[in-house]
């Protein structure tokens, strides 16, 4: 299982990009999908998670700037980021906790990381 980050850049504050996040493979089911971010200098950090009932958590400081969201015909995984910020400055990864059989128990997986930079 492999799970591609794309969709990162340099952005002017106040502006928006879309992540993707393609996960390719062996897969059975998805039961979580999210997106991480990392700063330098700071520990990774939840962004946005969203479960396979539908359900979405954000992190408080990017609530109602970040959408979550997702293909599952594609195995892949959205996160639509507006109102971008400075402090939004960081390598983003995306996460899955899936199964590969139908028996088998989740596990977690991470992408490569796309970076992601604000300018003020």
């Known amino acids: 299982v492999q799970l591609q980050a794309s969709g990162g850049g340099l952005v002017q504050a106040g502006g928006s990009l879309r992540l993707s996040c393609a996960a390719s493979?062996?897969?059975?089911?998805?039961?979580?999908m999210g997106w991480y971010r990392q700063a330098p200098g700071k520990e990774r950090e939840l962004v946005a998670v969203?479960?396979?009932?539908?359900?979405?958590s954000y992190a408080d400081s990017v609530e109602d700037r970040f959408t979550i969201s997702r293909d599952n015909a594609k195995n892949t995984w959205y996160l639509q980021m507006n109102s971008l910020k400075p402090e939004d400055t960081a390598v983003y990864y995306c996460?899955?906790?899936?199964?590969?059989?139908?028996w088998g128990r989740g596990r977690n997986y991470w992408g490569q990381g796309t970076q992601v930079t604000v300018s003020s």
């Open positions: 493979g062996s897969i059975f089911s998805i039961n979580t």
């Open positions: 996460n899955a906790d899936l199964r590969t059989t139908s």
């Open positions: 969203l479960d396979n009932g539908g359900g979405t």
